[in-house]
């Protein structure tokens, strides 16, 4: 039964006794805990049931802890439920990072767990992150990674339509692609920003892509 006060987290470990030190830990917390042994299972409860975050030890059932991360990772639905990976691994592969909100070392300390989850389930940014760029393809992609670090993001194809949202719309953030701003230089829209109260605070970090003399 889940109980809609609380935040739901899903846990994946296949060591009985690793499962029921998470759930001691946030037994007194305002978090409900599922836990599970299966990475089968794992997905299916998180397809169900959307949780604000999972912990999983990505070494369980050779690399089925890993794959059902990246079967989280690539669906529609849940891939922006942030993941807290624990495992014995000092060093997690590279690709890894990319997935995880969070990651652990075990033994996990119920202080620097309940950080983590603090973290990452709380996640909560109001202005989106304004991407300049006229590829659909990096669009996706960086929606997907900023989507699981709690900001939305919005997408303009050009300079000019980045300069008329942000005189009438908060932004935390710009993305800007040069080539695609049409003329419209960084330090121009770093000016708008700064015209806008509501945008004081924001940045702009200026995405240079590879030439094919760089390759």
Not at 96 to 114: G, S, T, W
Not at 142 to 155: C, F, Q
Not at 192 to 213: E, Y
Request: negative net charge; charged residues 20%.
């Amino acid at each position: 039964v889940v109980e809609t006060d609380q935040q739901l987290v899903l846990v994946l470990d296949d060591d009985p006794s690793a499962l029921q030190l998470i759930q001691d830990y946030l037994s007194d917390e305002s978090y409900q805990v599922v836990a599970t042994t299966s990475p089968t299972q794992t997905v299916e409860l998180a397809r169900r049931l959307h949780p604000a975050a999972i912990i999983a030890d990505i070494m369980i059932s050779n690399t089925g802890g890993w794959e059902a991360l990246r079967q989280l990772y690539d669906d529609s639905f849940t891939f922006d439920v942030p993941i807290i990976i624990v495992s014995t691994v000092e060093l997690p592969p590279v690709e890894m990072n990319l997935i995880a909100a969070d990651f652990l070392i075990k033994p996990i300390q119920q202080e620097a767990l309940l950080l983590a989850l603090d973290r990452v389930a709380n996640r909560r940014v109001e202005a989106p992150v304004l991407l300049v760029d006229d590829s659909l393809t990096d669009r996706s992609g960086l929606e997907k990674m900023l989507r699981r670090i709690g900001y939305t993001m919005m997408w303009v194809e050009s300079g000019q339509a980045a300069v008329d949202y942000i005189e009438n719309q908060p932004v935390s953030l710009i993305l800007l692609n040069l080539i695609a701003a049409g003329g419209i230089t960084d330090m121009e829209l770093a000016a708008r920003l700064q015209a806008n109260p509501a945008n004081h605070d924001a940045a702009v970090i200026v995405m240079r892509k590879p030439r094919l003399s760089d390759q």
